[in-house]
């Protein structure tokens, strides 16, 4: 079965998440391939600044969680791996690319409820529960 592997990246600031609307319509977080000898903060800066021109951003050190799902592409079956990141900003301002047709910072009740699949509502409240404890 092929697998693909990526970095994700939760972004928030004080108060809210930054959630992005994939094009096939979900609701969800950043995440791309890593690269031959990047770090997962190096990609999870890379990504942010290619997706989303996002350049303020710190990474959180003590967090990290996997996501792991199946998928269709191609008519074949997919086992994804994610390895998330956590990451503060103070700018509110992205661009998007072509791969989202929407963003949105909102606060964690309305994330929650705005998010898409069962795994990425686990991710989140694994972070904000990070946050609310640290």
Do not use: C
């Not at 995440?31 to 990474?59: M, V």
């Not at 191609?74 to 994610?82: A, C, L, R, S, T």
């Not at 700018?91 to 998007?96: G, P, Q, V, Y």
């Not at 705005?114 to 640290?134: G, I, Q, S, Y």
């Amino acid at each position: 079965m092929p697998q693909e592997f990526t970095i994700g990246i939760i972004i928030h600031n004080s108060k809210d998440f930054l959630l992005l609307r994939h094009i096939p319509g979900h609701w969800g977080f950043l995440k791309d391939i890593q690269f031959p000898k990047e770090t997962k903060e190096d990609t999870a800066r890379r990504i942010a600044l290619e997706h989303l021109s996002l350049k303020g951003i710190f990474i959180t050190k003590d967090f990290t969680i996997k996501e792991s799902y199946f998928y269709m592409k191609d008519g074949k079956i997919i086992h994804k791996e994610v390895d998330y990141v956590l990451a503060e900003t103070n700018d509110k301002n992205i661009s998007l690319t072509a791969k989202f047709t929407d963003a949105k910072w909102l606060p964690y009740e309305q994330a929650i409820q705005l998010t898409t699949f069962k795994e990425t509502k686990n991710t989140l409240k694994e972070a904000n529960d990070f946050l609310r404890f640290h």
